[in-house]
């Protein structure tokens, strides 16, 4: 079984920063791929940013790209999200997720945490 949590949401005003954490736990876990995902107020999910596991080949949705950066610390089982420059359309619920394998989607998600941004 794997488990993971996110956490580090919360209400910041615009131009603020926050840091989002997704840590894993369970089973001995190798992902190809861990990913940002954010579902804004009535909108369907869409992808933020994800990397590599093995590496560090990174995407960003053009969106958020020069403001918020993934990372990942595979010694502790742990992705990031840094997120400036914040603005209130990036207020959404906020998913970390994995994927095991290059022939699946994503089969791993966390329980989201809420990311609200005041203008």
């Known amino acids: 079984q794997v488990q993971l949590v996110e956490s580090g949401g919360g209400l910041v005003q615009a131009g603020g920063s926050l840091r989002l954490s997704c840590a894993v736990f369970?089973?001995?876990?190798?992902?190809?791929?861990m990913g940002w995902f954010r579902r804004p107020p009535g909108m369907e999910r869409e992808l933020v940013a994800r990397?590599?596991?093995?590496?560090?080949?990174?995407y960003y949705a053009d969106s958020v790209k020069g403001r918020f950066t993934i990372s990942k610390d595979t010694t502790k089982n742990t992705m990031y999200l840094e997120m400036n420059s914040l603005k209130p359309e990036d207020t959404a619920v906020y998913y970390c997720?994995?994927?095991?394998?290059?022939?699946?989607?994503?089969?791993?998600w966390g329980q989201g945490t809420q990311v609200t941004v005041s203008s």
């Open positions: 997720a994995a994927q095991d394998s290059p022939l699946r989607d994503y089969n791993y």
């Open positions: 369970g089973r001995t876990f190798s992902a190809y791929n």
């Open positions: 990397v590599r596991w093995t590496s560090n080949i990174t």
